[in-house]
């Protein structure tokens, strides 16, 4: 069992962000920006210590898997990810889908069936240890792990037909 995060998006909409242009395109690098803000470590008496601990005061602090502006403009003209960079790139995406999701859930020791998730057919590798896929509404409800969240689905189907979107399906992601 592991973690299960679900969210209520329509998978035209995920495949529209790998290689997204205009508006939408900006709109991804609005919530890329949100959810990785540069962390500014503040300076330090270590820094004092000599060149070996020394770094420009101010300067973000990443991760080696911390996804980075250059990842971002890759997955937005859909270019190819280096394997190297394809854990950071998923993450960058799960931000961007959490942003644009109608809705979201995560679940601690939850699993899925297996064979139930469908390919999201992106044009990025996989990474180990991360399942991606997604199902329909209706399937999804008789997932007992997802049944409590989708009790208000009803709400995102109408709204999603007011404001033009596509209807929600669940995109999970699965560690």
Same mark, same amino acid.
């Given at each position: 069992m592991g973690e299960l995060r679900a969210y209520a998006l329509g998978v035209a909409e995920? &495949?529209?962000?790998?290689?997204? !242009?205009? +508006? &939408?395109?900006?709109?991804? %690098?609005?919530? +890329? %920006?949100? +959810?990785?803000?540069?962390?500014? /470590? *503040?300076?330090a008496v270590r820094d004092l210590l000599g060149p070996i601990y /020394?770094?420009?005061p101010g300067a973000p602090? #990443?991760?080696t898997d911390d996804p980075t502006p250059a990842d971002l403009e890759t997955l937005l003209v859909g270019g @190819?990810? *280096? *394997?190297? %960079?394809?854990?950071?790139t998923w993450r960058l995406l799960e931000a961007v889908v959490a942003g644009l999701a109608r809705s979201a859930v995560r679940l #601690?020791? +939850?699993?899925? *069936?297996?064979?139930?998730?469908? &390919? !999201?057919?992106?044009?990025? @590798?996989?990474?180990?240890? #991360?399942?991606?896929?997604? #199902? @329909?509404?209706?399937?999804?409800? !008789?997932? @007992?792990?997802?049944?409590s969240w989708l009790v208000g689905s009803e709400v995102w189907v109408r709204e999603a037909a007011l404001t033009g979107r596509p209807t929600p399906e669940v995109l999970v992601f699965s560690t």
């Amino acid at each position: 069992m592991g973690e299960l995060r679900a969210y209520a998006l329509g998978v035209a909409e995920l &495949r529209g962000v790998v290689g997204a !242009t205009g +508006a &939408r395109a900006e709109q991804v %690098r609005t919530l +890329a %920006r949100q +959810a990785y803000a540069p962390q500014v /470590r *503040p300076f330090a008496v270590r820094d004092l210590l000599g060149p070996i601990y /020394r770094r420009v005061p101010g300067a973000p602090v #990443l991760r080696t898997d911390d996804p980075t502006p250059a990842d971002l403009e890759t997955l937005l003209v859909g270019g @190819p990810v *280096p *394997p190297a %960079r394809s854990a950071a790139t998923w993450r960058l995406l799960e931000a961007v889908v959490a942003g644009l999701a109608r809705s979201a859930v995560r679940l #601690l020791d +939850a699993d899925l *069936p297996a064979g139930l998730l469908s &390919r !999201t057919d992106l044009p990025l @590798p996989s990474v180990e240890g #991360l399942d991606v896929g997604w #199902l @329909p509404l209706a399937q999804a409800a !008789t997932v @007992p792990a997802l049944q409590s969240w989708l009790v208000g689905s009803e709400v995102w189907v109408r709204e999603a037909a007011l404001t033009g979107r596509p209807t929600p399906e669940v995109l999970v992601f699965s560690t």
